[in-house]
């Protein structure tokens, strides 16, 4: 048998040997085309599994991540139903939380809380009520669905969940833009950052950031649209939705200088009249959506903005010391909070005795942060005439703003947590695609990287889900 067997084999590479040239040329190019189209297919496989993953951990951290996450979920709650209730915008510093928010906390609802908000401290204070309102009266709609008030917040955050994946179509469409017909690379560098426990858990838990990342990610791709077809008549719209991120999240003011500059090139290339005004007009649009809150701020608070107010109110938990940050501090603090966003906020010691996990997640922020600032400077000039500058430019006026807020308002780190740069870190991560394809000509060991990093997130993932429940 084993003789037949080889005779087989023999006669078999004797018939492929022995084919017309043009026959096995055929052969050939069949079996290229065919590993040409499962090479085609791998990005688009990659980037259903980050999806399907992304939408499993956010469906399991709303189910069992208790109410109420310890980064002010509770009181952004309190935001959302009272716009529901009262039509307006609570007030900072004489807004009680309401009676639901504080017994969800307790794990009574529905019955009555035991506590005084009056005498509770900050906790007994919607002391969210000086962020901007637009998410809160977005949301509010959805909080009416239920009259029960823990359904209601398990409603928001499954509203969180569906922002998410309105992020993660938004960055489908800027990474077509950008990288045109190998955008499935970009999306799934993209998918990186929203696969992250950090981000997942901050998207699905309630705050304002939920709406604040897909707007960032739009306002984004419209300025791209308006610089690459030079589409004066797009900032008018550009300028309706910058006015929109600032109405929602006051770090969203890190894509301000994104507006003027694109628009500034506009300007200075063509120099005409049918450039200048929607330039100018969209500036004007952007004051116009802001303007109705400002003008409620200084009725109410005497000032544009109420951060003073809740700088006072919060002074004993975030600086009870009342210590204050040099410029001195400020490299290493943004070394070691901002260019390590991977893990939530409050899941800081979750890594603690791991060895393994703890360095392979400093690896994969090394590879985010510090690899996207060594590749801007491989591009050089490049990085001007790509418009890759359009996808890096929010980060560094993000990373610019937590300074000021830090040094200027002295919050004692406050401004520098992880957080505040989620909204621009997924364009971060497209840009880092974007440069390593105009770099090299060869993509495979950039596949590579995205899947291995994939692979090591839904496995951290896994390893974190036990203990969601003891948040």
Not at 19 to 46: F, G, N
Not at 350 to 365: N, Q, S
Not at 386 to 414: H, K, R, T
Request: net charge positive; proline share 5%.
């Amino acid at each position: 048998m084993e003789q037949l067997t080889e005779v087989q084999e023999s006669t078999s590479d004797a018939l492929v040997l022995t084919r017309p040239r043009h026959v096995r040329a055929t052969w050939i190019q069949d079996a290229h085309s065919s590993l040409s189209k499962m090479a085609a297919l791998a990005p688009a496989v990659l980037v259903g599994i980050q999806i399907v993953a992304v939408v499993t951990f956010g469906v399991f951290t709303i189910q069992r991540y208790p109410l109420w996450s310890v980064v002010d979920e509770g009181a952004h709650f309190d935001n959302v139903v009272y716009v529901a209730a009262h039509g307006s915008y609570p007030v900072l510093g004489k807004t009680l939380a309401t009676e639901q928010e504080l017994a969800i906390g307790q794990g009574i609802y529905p019955r009555h809380t035991t506590i005084n908000p009056r005498t509770y401290g900050l906790g007994g204070l919607s002391y969210e009520a000086f962020q901007p309102p637009l998410y809160y009266y977005v949301a509010a709609p959805i909080s009416l669905l239920s009259g029960n008030y823990h359904t209601k917040a398990i409603l928001l955050r499954c509203f969180g969940l569906l922002l998410l994946m309105a992020a993660i179509a938004l960055m489908a469409r800027l990474s077509r833009h950008v990288l045109k017909r190998r955008w499935l690379l970009g999306l799934s560098g993209g998918l990186l950052v929203f696969l992250m426990p950090g981000v997942i858990v901050r998207m699905v838990t309630i705050s304002d950031i939920n709406l604040a990342v897909p707007l960032a990610i739009l306002i984004v791709t419209e300025l791209w649209i308006a610089w690459e077809r030079q589409s004066a008549r797009r900032l008018l719209f550009c300028g309706l939705l910058v006015g929109c991120g600032v109405l929602t999240d006051l770090y969203l003011a890190d894509l301000i200088p994104l507006y003027v500059a694109v628009a500034g090139m506009m300007v200075w290339r063509r120099r005409t009249a049918d450039t200048i005004w929607p330039a100018v007009g969209g500036a004007v649009v952007a004051g116009i959506v802001v303007l109705p809150w400002v003008v409620f701020n200084e009725v109410k608070y005497h000032a544009v903005t109420a951060s003073a107010i809740a700088k006072r109110e919060q002074l004993a938990i975030v600086n009870p010391h009342h210590l204050r940050d040099t410029i001195g501090q400020v490299p290493g603090l943004t070394v070691t909070n901002l260019f390590q966003p991977l893990m939530a906020q409050e899941w800081g010691d979750r890594l603690v005795g791991h060895t393994f996990y703890a360095y392979v997640v400093t690896l994969f922020e090394v590879l985010l942060v510090p690899g996207a600032i060594v590749l801007a400077i491989a591009l050089g000039r490049r990085l001007l005439s790509s418009g890759l500058w359009i996808l890096i430019l929010p980060f560094v006026c993000n990373i610019l703003l937590c300074w000021y807020i830090d040094l200027a308002q002295q919050w004692e780190s406050g401004s520098m947590v992880p957080r505040y740069i989620y909204p621009t870190l997924p364009m971060v991560a497209l840009f880092s695609v974007a440069a390593v394809v105009t770099l090299f000509s060869t993509v495979r060991p950039l596949f590579v990287t995205l899947a291995a990093s994939s692979a090591f997130l839904i496995v951290l993932w896994v390893f974190l889900l036990p203990t969601i429940a003891a948040s």
